[in-house]
């Protein structure tokens, strides 16, 4: 034995002394020699000529021989399937390309030098490629240190491919020597947790896009999240996705499911929310909603949105039409506080409403308060579950007793019951406005008013004489308390007076007695029953409340009983509103002010001119005239007129 024959023994790990060992015990020997090997470089692929270690590349390629035969039905074969899933728990790989066995190691001095893969641009491209894979199964691009070598941080464009697939340029030592097969470690799976749970509470939903520059890491994450989850589903033995981690992801309104663009989801979530609302009765999802944590993380962003909104941060993705449709279904932009002190706040609501309207029929849609109208839906229907013995009820016996003390009502009677209701809500407003319960037979506001109110004087004489009646003693009290008139014959005359004292005034200030809606509603509308009283009056119909005294009296006010010269006078009093702005009544023939008004000035003198010749029909009457000089208003007569004055003359 010479010098150099030992040293070349020695180089290719020849062992002088042989020990008594099993061959389980080499096996193991050698296995820890390939976690080792794993822990370093990052991957079991050992190559065949491996300085530091000649017999690891024999041992391993061993095994890939007897898995083979294995495969193939050998059953002498020399590996065990506890050895099999030991190797599969490093990431060995039972098949590789002859030309990575083969390859030699770049540098055989460089202790750290990855043997497999040089640093040519090509090999480069197929780790990149292995890197993107990786991030695809496990969300995230902290692979081992031995990979990161290959960076060569002098190239751009390796940089750019790196930061698009989420590269995390600094990791914890921790996380440096951790095993790529164990790569979603539990450290790091709570720390894109948490990045998680940060963007949900600033966008109040956990669907990050594909593409998130901000934290591309994040974004690989929970698209790894989704794919473990279906795995987990279909029975996989991975060990990626665990119940506890489903269910910390569901706490946080985690969806399994993309949804689609962020319109989509925007309406989605309304739509999740109209539900609630139809079901609670009001729009306060709780910040814990363990039903729908989506929802509950949805409504918490559309408060913060909307306060960037009204705060003109463009970053806001608030607009105009979405504040409409929350607004629609009683969304309350700031929190009132405890699920208690909501409904106590929506009860001294409905006691304002019963102080005002003189009941608790809240209708179905109220837009003035439609969070109250849909409390009060919510209201009878956990009553109903309350009577039912269902346990999810928010109904109490303290709350029906309070409920109780205003009147409210359980049961909705009907279609007819709802109109009686809103018909008496139209009243208590006209009261407010007009100081009495007279409502006109033809009130342009409230079209149907005139004839309910009528109606309930009808019934109620019925219900005095015990006769059959569509009044009840409950609709005859609230009508009591907004200070219902139930017989008016005896002030009918004092209130016609009354009005016409009004149309006196109004005679006064305009110089006609044709009374525009626009300047006095009540005093238009009476005139307009007049007209009607009037016509039934000129028929012989008994039911006429008009006289021939009052007749005369209206008539000598001037008094148009035809409706077709409203427009005149209506354009009259434009005419004034024009000759005290210019002090004049000289209306240009193109008065883009109101056109209208010009068009009207010229036929005015057109009838004049038809008037002043004797025209059977000059369409213009000798009070229309009357009032038209009284203003000054300047004909700008025709030579024709002139000679035919000039002619009558002579």
Not at 195 to 203: I, K, R, T
Not at 569 to 576: A, G, H, N, P
Request: aromatic share 12%; hydrophobic share 30%; net charge neutral.
């Amino acid at each position: 034995m010479t010098e150099n024959r030992i040293e070349r023994l020695n180089k290719i790990g020849f062992e002088w002394t042989v020990k008594c060992k099993s061959e389980e015990d080499q096996w193991d020997k050698r296995y820890e020699e390939l976690v080792s090997y794993v822990q370093k470089f990052g991957h079991a692929r050992v190559p065949k000529r491996y300085p530091q270690n000649i017999l690891l590349w024999s041992w391993v390629s061993a095994q890939r021989k007897y898995y083979e035969r294995k495969q193939n039905g050998d059953l002498s074969t020399r590996i065990t399937e506890t050895q099999i899933e030991l190797l599969n728990k490093v990431g060995f790989e039972w098949t590789v390309d002859d030309n990575t066995e083969d390859q030699s190691p770049v540098n055989d001095n460089t202790e750290d030098q990855s043997p497999v893969n040089g640093n040519t641009e090509d090999q480069w491209h197929k780790q990149y490629k292995d890197l993107a894979s990786y991030v695809q199964e496990f969300g995230h691009a902290q692979v081992p240190k031995a990979e990161r070598r290959f960076v060569n941080k002098d190239n751009e464009t390796q940089i750019e491919l790196l930061n698009k697939v989420g590269f995390e340029w600094s990791v914890d030592d921790n996380t440096e020597v951790q095993s790529p097969v164990n790569g979603n470690t539990e450290d790091q799976w709570h720390k894109q947790y948490k990045d998680l749970a940060s963007y949900v509470q600033e966008f109040g939903h956990a669907q990050v896009p594909r593409k998130y520059p901000l934290n591309q890491s994040l974004a690989n994450w929970v698209r790894a999240q989704r794919n473990s989850h279906r795995m987990f589903q279909n029975g996989d033995s991975s060990l990626r996705m665990t119940d506890k981690r489903i269910e910390l992801l569901d706490k946080i309104g985690f969806e399994w499911t993309v949804i689609g663009s962020t319109e989509d989801q925007w309406h989605k979530r309304y739509k999740d929310l109209e539900n609630y609302v139809q079901e609670f009765g009001h729009a306060q999802v709780p910040k814990k909603f363990h039903e729908n944590q989506s929802l509950a993380n949805w409504v918490r962003a559309q408060r913060n949105n909307h306060r960037m909104f009204q705060n003109g941060d463009s970053s806001s993705r608030m607009t105009d039409k979405r504040i409409e449709l929350l607004n629609k279904i009683g969304f309350e932009w700031t929190v009132i506080g405890s699920t208690e002190d909501q409904w106590h706040k929506r009860y001294k609501d409905l006691e304002n409403y019963v102080q005002e309207f003189g009941h608790a029929q809240v209708p179905k849609k109220f837009h003035e308060n439609q969070s109250l109208a849909n409390w009060v839906r919510a209201q009878r229907n956990n009553h109903r579950m309350f009577q039912n013995g269902d346990s999810s009820s928010r109904m109490t016996d303290k709350r029906i007793e309070l409920l109780n003390k205003i009147g409210f009502e359980w049961k909705v009677t009907g279609t007819s019951q709802n109109q009686w209701y809103r018909r008496l809500e139209e009243l208590v407003s006209y009261v407010k406005e007009f100081g009495n319960t007279r409502v006109p037979p033809y009130f342009p506001k409230y079209l149907s008013l005139g004839h309910w109110v009528y109606k309930q004087r009808v019934s109620y004489k019925r219900f005095q004489n015990s006769e059959l009646s569509l009044i009840t003693t409950k609709q005859i009290e609230l009508l009591n308390k907004v200070g219902f008139e139930w017989n008016i014959i005896c002030t009918l005359e004092s209130r016609w007076n009354t009005r016409y004292e009004e149309l006196l005034s109004y005679v006064q200030d305009f110089g006609h007695a044709q009374v525009s809606k626009s300047r006095n509603p009540p005093l238009a509308v009476w005139s307009q029953s007049q007209r009607v009283n009037y016509k039934k009056f000129q028929t012989g119909d008994f039911s006429s409340e008009i006289t021939e005294r009052k007749v005369g009296l209206l008539n000598l006010v001037g008094f148009e009983w035809k409706c077709s010269e409203y427009s005149w006078y209506r354009k009259y009093e434009d005419l004034l509103d024009f000759v005290i702005e210019f002090d004049h009544a000289h209306i240009p023939k193109i008065y883009p002010q109101n056109p209208q008004l010009a068009l009207w000035a010229s036929r005015q003198q057109k009838n004049y001119e038809k008037y002043e010749l004797a025209d059977p029909s000059p369409q213009i009457t000798e009070n229309q005239i009357g009032l038209l000089k009284k203003v000054g208003f300047e004909w700008d007569v025709s030579q024709d007129l002139v000679d035919f004055k000039i002619s009558k003359a002579l």
